[in-house]
């Protein structure tokens, strides 16, 4: 495994987005504070596809959410492309765990509004938002509401409500966490086949390693919180493209796969001991 140093200097000077020995600590309202990361670094190059990976409530999200602008760090600093981050990230797009689809808008009403908010014309959104659901198979979709899709298939409109405003950073939290197993690893591959054709640089929250290991260039792990750390980065040695079914049969995947459980499976242990089991 490299250093965590070795693969920090490597990525900062070109990195997409930085965090720089940030901490994160919440105000509890019976009192005192609660810090859910301490001083934790970690960049993403431009066209890197950085997965992170711990325990139930290490503060993966929390992170993603630092980097996204949505949360100012109690300590540390974030930078995008070089420059101090305050306030949103411009530069992001967001894909949360739970759907961010409007219930009362068709599949292309969802898709288009994003530019149509930013000013484009309602002819070339609606245009740009057919062209980006074809992209993600739901050509035939465009006039169904989200109640008329099954998840795999809003999660593909999610994906597109994202990607069509063409953001240089991709921001993604659990996306595929609902879904089933078999859906996960079809969206899996969508996600690597669109990811493939402009390499946007990707922060990517998951639990499932295969998943981390499969999509990623490196699986960052953090430690059980509170005061959960970055502690260990590996950078993952199968060639691109990818195809998660064949990836995984590969003696490289089980491999790293071994080496990083050893190291994850301790912090697991430790965050289900904190949780009383629950």
């Known amino acids: 495994m490299p250093t965590l140093a070795a693969v920090r200097s490597e990525t900062k000077n070109d990195a997409a987005v930085r965090l720089d020995g940030v901490s994160i600590a919440f105000t509890l309202a019976e009192g005192g504070r609660y810090e859910a990361v301490a001083e934790s670094t970690l960049s993403v190059a431009d066209g890197e596809f950085v997965a992170i990976v711990g325990p139930t409530g290490c503060g993966k999200s929390t992170l993603l959410n630092v980097a996204a602008g949505l949360i100012a760090p109690s300590g540390g600093h974030v930078a995008v492309f070089g420059r101090p981050l305050a306030g949103l990230n411009r530069e992001a797009g967001y894909l949360f765990q739970s759907e961010?689809?409007?219930?009362?808008?068709?599949?292309?009403?969802?898709?288009?509004?994003?530019?149509?908010?930013?000013?484009?014309?309602?002819?070339?959104?609606?245009?740009?938002?057919?062209?980006?659901?074809?992209?993600?198979?739901?050509?035939?979709?465009?006039?169904?509401?989200?109640?008329?899709?099954?998840?795999?298939?809003?999660?593909?409109?999610?994906?597109?409500?994202?990607?069509?405003?063409?953001?240089?950073?991709?921001?993604?939290?659990?996306?595929?966490?609902?879904?089933?197993?078999?859906?996960?690893?079809?969206?899996?591959?969508?996600?690597?086949?669109?990811?493939?054709?402009?390499?946007?640089?990707?922060?990517?929250?998951?639990?499932?390693?295969?998943?981390?290991?499969?999509?990623?260039?490196?699986?960052?792990?953090?430690?059980?919180?509170?005061?959960a750390r970055i502690i260990g980065d590996w950078r993952v040695p199968l060639p691109r493209p990818r195809d998660i079914s064949d990836v995984k049969l590969e003696r490289a995947f089980h491999d790293l796969h071994r080496e990083i459980w050893h190291m994850l499976k301790a912090e697991v242990l430790k965050g289900y001991a904190q949780t009383g089991g629950g």
Do not use: C
Request: hydrophobic share 50%; charged share 25%.
């Open 100 to 227: 961010a689809l409007f219930p009362w808008k068709t599949a292309i009403e969802n898709v288009a509004i994003g530019l149509e908010v930013a000013g484009v014309s309602s002819a070339e959104a609606r245009a740009r938002g057919e062209a980006w659901l074809k992209r993600v198979g739901l050509s035939s979709f465009v006039a169904r509401y989200p109640h008329m899709l099954s998840g795999g298939q809003r999660k593909r409109v999610g994906l597109a409500q994202v990607l069509i405003r063409d953001p240089k950073i991709l921001l993604m939290d659990e996306p595929f966490g609902p879904l089933d197993a078999q859906t996960r690893q079809i969206m899996g591959n969508l996600l690597l086949d669109l990811w493939s054709a402009d390499r946007k640089a990707v922060l990517f929250v998951t639990h499932d390693l295969e998943e981390a290991i499969a999509l990623s260039d490196r699986v960052v792990i953090m430690s059980a919180g509170p005061s």
